[in-house]
């Protein structure tokens, strides 16, 4: 069975800001917007695991990805979630 590839933390967390901003932005159709921010936190889920990493971000991408039937405003809290908590992380950039 295969699963997410796990990329280094830094990028699965820049993927999933990115897959966050566009939802957020409506980039695309709701079915790509979908896959995109599926794919990004199954990524970051398996980024997490393999880091041994379990914040806030983490524990969000372990709940997104078990969820089924994901409508669109699951989407766009999520999305905002996200945003919120890589804004929230040390080093983020965020207000520099």
Do not use: Y
Not at 9 to 24: D, F, K, N, P, T
Not at 31 to 57: F, I, P, Y
Not at 67 to 90: C, H, K, N, R
């Amino acid at each position: 069975m295969g699963g997410a590839r796990a990329l280094p933390l830094g990028e699965a967390v820049q993927r999933s800001r990115l897959a966050a901003e566009a939802v957020i932005h409506r980039r695309g159709k709701e079915t790509c917007l979908r896959g995109k921010l599926t794919n990004a936190l199954m990524g970051l889920s398996a980024s997490c695991e393999v880091a041994a990493q379990k914040d806030g971000l983490c524990v969000l991408a372990d709940q997104a990805v078990v969820q089924v039937g994901w409508s669109l405003a699951f989407m766009d809290s999520t999305a905002q979630q996200v945003l919120d908590l890589i804004e929230s992380q040390p080093g983020s950039g965020a207000g520099n």
